[in-house]
């Protein structure tokens, strides 16, 4: 639960900061600090539905504004794709649960909208450098040390 409420948090600080920074930039125009809104709504839409399929036509209709526009935007927002956001954050979710529960592989990447576990793995390994099986066992190894 630390881990997922940290980087929730994070997100959302991050979030807010820029929001705030464009918001009242004098060099911005209020049509640009409008169309930022729409990533911010964007980013609720994804940590609100990642456990389903989302797609970028989706984040488009929940940002108000086109895939150009949406994909320049989430881009100087965040530094990355909203596709790639979306399996960054399903990963940050899976991490957690991989530590705080007992749920299997193939469940976790369910519950994390990857419907097939292979890519679920594949797209873990990527984020995190490890697959989900290695760190649960690390895990477990270290809990049953400090258990000792």
Do not use: W
């Not at 705030?20 to 839409?45: C, F, H, K, L, N």
């Not at 873990?124 to 697959?131: A, I, N, R």
Request: aromatic share 12%; hydrophobic share 35%; proline share 3%.
């Amino acid at each position: 639960d630390y881990l997922l409420t940290y980087s929730l948090t994070f997100a959302l600080i991050v979030t807010l900061c820029k929001e705030y920074t464009r918001q009242y930039s004098p060099r911005e125009r209020g049509e640009e600090r409008t169309r930022d809104i729409g990533i911010i709504a964007v980013s609720e839409y994804i940590h609100k539905n990642y456990a389903k399929k989302i797609t970028l036509a989706d984040l488009c209709q929940a940002g108000m504004m086109s895939k150009t526009l949406l994909c320049e935007k989430f881009r100087k927002y965040y530094g990355q794709p909203p596709l790639s956001y979306v399996n960054r954050y399903r990963v940050l979710v899976a991490r957690n649960m991989i530590v705080e529960t007992d749920k299997t592989v193939s469940e976790i990447a369910q519950e994390t909208g990857f419907f097939d576990v292979s890519h679920f793995v594949k797209t873990y390994s990527k984020y995190e450098s490890e697959s989900p099986s290695a760190l649960r066992a690390r895990f477990k190894r270290q809990r049953g040390a400090s258990n000792v």
